[in-house]
């Protein structure tokens, strides 16, 4: 059974940071691209950030970029999020997902599997 698995999401204020964890199981995990969706209250899904297992290249979408660090951890299935100065806008359930190029998640939301979600909120 595949299975993503977020943790590490809470509240912190504004200019904070959180790290946000994603355990994977049931799929090889070096085989796809595995990455961090976002969705805020009455807003669409979004592509934040993605690291492609086959060379370790990564994605960030713009708002994010220079605030957020995306890793993998292959030995452990695992996939990190370091969220440092946040911002209220940050506000939003966030995904790990995985799929098989991250140019068509990001772009394309072509996802393969995805997970439950954890809550960021940052308050002002």
């Known amino acids: 059974e595949v299975q993503l698995v977020e943790s590490g999401g809470g509240l912190v204020q504004a200019g904070g940071s959180l790290r946000l964890s994603c355990a994977a199981s049931?799929?090889?995990?070096?085989?796809?691209?595995i990455g961090w969706f976002r969705q805020a209250p009455g807003k669409e899904r979004e592509g934040v950030s993605c690291?492609?297992?086959?060379?370790?290249?990564?994605y960030y979408a713009d708002s994010v970029k220079g605030r957020f660090t995306i890793s993998a951890d292959n030995a452990k299935n695992s996939l990190y999020l370091q969220m440092n100065s946040l911002k209220t806008e940050d506000t939003a359930v966030y995904y790990c997902?995985?799929?098989?190029?991250?140019?068509?998640?990001?772009?394309?939301?072509?996802?393969?599997?995805w997970g439950q979600g954890t809550q960021v909120t940052v308050s002002s």
């Open positions: 997902a995985a799929g098989s190029f991250c140019t068509d998640m990001m772009t394309r939301r072509i996802v393969h599997y």
């Open positions: 049931g799929f090889t995990f070096d085989d796809y691209a």
């Open positions: 690291i492609s297992s086959s060379d370790g290249s990564t």
